[in-house]
């Protein structure tokens, strides 16, 4: 079992390029992605998905990843000899047209940046993507570590809380057999109230029958709440994903309780059915954290 929340980073640098890779999973429904990546890598985006869902079904999954240079790029200077030379034509034209002394010096083009261009090499994205891959499957092992850490405590409030339901069915049981020994009583004194007029009204008679077959009698949602027990034991010593089949199981374990409760009519009955369902909810807002 794994909590669907955690925090994992990792930390990586070769070859003159540092990455830095950042993955959080917070609780969702169905799985979800959201993706800060350098410029530049978009075209990676698909083989970054299938490397997060390789180790996370369901949550929304947050991933950061830097990309920067740990030493200078190479740049080259490029310039423009042929404008620089109609510069100065130009400008020695212009001197003597004026009657102007001097010949225009290296500073008159010095500042024009249609004449020089720092060109900089690109770096290469391939080689940093394979870097971020490395570094985001780190991070999403230390954020894995965090989640099952986090689910086996889950584990351990989930089996707590059903063995206190599973201790609890004996006693429905017993409660149960103990209400249709009472209802039972209660009809055979009323049958007697009945044969005691004349005649017997058996329109009524069988109204009484059908009351008392109708209420109290909960054996078969005790059947399936077992049922829905067990399947919670194999799910909680299942390895993956669990938690909407739990989900689904809660569901119906919530079902079955609250027939039982408004079947009841014994107060110590609908006491402990009380105490079921509150084990049960409880369950059921911690699954929404689980995978």
Known sequence: ????????????????????????????????????????????????????QAGVARGRVEIFIKSAATKPSSARLEINERLANQ??????????????????????????????????EENDVGAAVRLGLTALKSALRALDTERVREGKSLRQDFGDRVRRIHAAVPRIQRLAEQ??????????????????????????LYEEASIVSQHGDISEEITRLQAHLDGLDSLLDRKGPVGK??????????????????????AALSQLTVEVKAEAEKMREQVQNVE
């Open 1 to 52: 079992m794994r909590s669907m929340t955690g925090f994992g980073r990792a930390f990586v640098e070769r070859g003159g390029i540092r990455i830095v890779a950042e993955v959080r999973s917070l609780n969702q429904r169905f799985f979800e992605l959201k993706l800060n990546l350098p410029r530049g890598w978009g075209e990676y985006e698909s083989e970054i998905r299938k490397t997060v």
């Open 245 to 266: 089949s739990i989900e689904f199981l809660l569901q119906e374990i919530n079902r079955e309780v609250n027939t039982m409760g408004s079947k009841s009519q014994n």
């Open 179 to 204: 209400t249709r020994a009472e209802i039972l009583a209660n009809f055979q004194s009323r049958i007697r109230e009945l044969l005691s007029t004349a005649p017997v009204n058996e329109k009524r």
């Open 87 to 120: 510069y100065v034509a130009e400008l020695r034209r212009l001197g003597k047209r004026l009657n102007l002394n001097g010949n225009p010096g290296i500073e008159v083009i010095m500042n024009r940046p249609e004449i020089f261009h720092v060109i900089e």
